[in-house]
């Protein structure tokens, strides 16, 4: 069975620009479409963004959308998501997933990682 596989959280400040990244193993998630959501403490998860097999891109309209951008590289095999301007709102939890795109934006993909934490100072 695939896994996803985050990195590139850390601690920054305000203003700053952050780039994570989504590796995946295993089928189907070598094929399979990808997104990203965040939790805070005492949320529930919140979709930002996805991008399909084809390069097809989708943004949560909960978002201020300029601030995100979903990209990929299907030879490598990863997605990435970069945040600009990033806000102490941002502090978060980000999970890759992997899912059906319409899942993945409006239901509870299938598959997740284990999520990389994002802090933002003020």
């Known amino acids: 069975q695939g896994q996803l596989f985050e990195s590139g959280g850390g601690s920054v400040q305000a203003g700053e620009s952050l780039t994570l990244a989504c590796s995946a193993s295993?089928?189907?998630?070598?094929?399979?479409?990808r997104g990203w959501y965040r939790q805070t403490p005492g949320h529930e998860r919140e979709f930002i963004a996805a991008?399909?097999?084809?390069?097809?891109?989708?943004y949560s309209e909960k978002l201020e959308k300029e601030r995100f951008t979903i990209s990929k590289d299907n030879a490598k095999n990863m997605v990435w998501l970069r945040i600009d301007n990033l806000k102490p709102e941002d502090t978060a939890v980000y999970y890759c997933?992997?899912?059906?795109?319409?899942?993945?934006?409006?239901?509870?993909?299938?598959?997740w990682g284990r999520g990389t934490q994002v802090t933002v100072s003020a």
């Open positions: 991008i399909t097999w084809s390069g097809e891109t989708f």
């Open positions: 295993g089928r189907p998630l070598d094929t399979y479409n």
């Open positions: 997933v992997g899912d059906f795109v319409d899942t993945i934006i409006n239901g509870v993909p299938k598959y």
